[in-house]
């Protein structure tokens, strides 16, 4: 169109990126809220429903979804998935899910869902039902970090 201020930008090359993202875990998909209730709520019942707080899950679950669909998509579009590695565990339950309990034994609990995660494979999510998919062929989490610090280590003996 030939107005645009920063129409001579180079484009950045994604083989040159990596990106690393660690979730912090979320509530296994138990279809806890659906429109058909939700649309009888009043402004109390989206704040409040049953001891959770359903605006909050909303807006906290749709930001790290959307961040997590528009980098996994850039990367697989311009064919480098590799590249971007995103660690999340989506079937937490009881006192793991939760964000404020920090007993030492929940802790020891996290710590070990984590340990797990690293045996898991790879998955990324499915831009067409929003679950967690293993993909095929990238071997498991712990691999692929294993691979980026690889990567890492070299590129950094390369600038020194």
Known sequence: MGSLKDEEMETMDSKKM???SLGTGIGKHQGKYNAASASK??????????????????YSDASADMVDIHVSTMFQTLHNGKNYLRI???NLIGDAASMDIATTENMETLVQIG???LKKPVSRVNLETGQYEPVHGE??????LIRFAYLLSHEKKLRS
């Open 18 to 20: 990596l990106v690393l």
């Open 41 to 58: 709520w009043g402004l109390l019942g989206w704040v409040y429903n049953n001891g959770d707080s359903p605006i909050i899950d909303v």
């Open 88 to 90: 999340q565990d989506d």
């Open 115 to 117: 340990n797990n995660l």
């Open 139 to 144: 071997g498991t989490n712990e691999e692929a």
